[in-house]
């Protein structure tokens, strides 16, 4: 289910985003069997991450619900109308800002920019399962050779 899109024009006002979200649109919690927040997003948000952790950990347990967060990385440092957002941290502080927040909400991240995928827990999980059925496939196949040296 779907329940709005927020945008913080002229800012990255993250806090007032989930304060509206949790507080107006999942007061009916108990009507949904599940539910989740994504932020989409170009850059940090101009709280610092220990106080939007904070408070994602606390919302999210009391409701049951996770904050995902997909990352775009640009190129330029200043948004299409040249407005310098409050707060600035390279691609890879604000990356490691929202693992952070997105850890303490139990969601996922995924971090990915005009030259592709950087990183996404999906596909971490994913190539995981692939390593683990690529490692019981190899020891299968000793075994069977093993068995058929024994027979």
Aim: charged fraction near 25%.
């Amino acid at each position: 289910r779907w329940v709005l899109s927020l945008q913080c024009k002229g800012s990255r006002n993250l806090m007032s985003a989930l304060r509206r979200a949790v507080e107006v649109d999942f007061k009916d919690k108990d009507k949904h069997k599940s539910q989740g927040l994504y932020l989409l997003t170009t850059g940090i948000p101009d709280q610092e991450t220990d106080t939007i952790s904070a408070y994602v950990s606390e919302v999210c347990r009391g409701f049951d619900l996770q904050l995902h967060v997909c990352l775009f990385s640009v190129m330029e440092d200043v948004d299409s109308n040249r407005i310098i957002p409050a707060r600035y941290a390279n691609p890879t502080e604000t990356a490691v800002a929202f693992k952070e927040i997105v850890q303490a909400a139990n969601g996922r991240f995924h971090w990915f920019g005009e030259a592709g995928i950087f990183e996404s827990d999906d596909i971490t999980v994913i190539v995981s399962e692939m390593e683990k059925a690529n490692n019981y496939s190899q020891k299968c196949a000793f075994l069977a050779e093993s068995l058929r040296q024994h027979s």
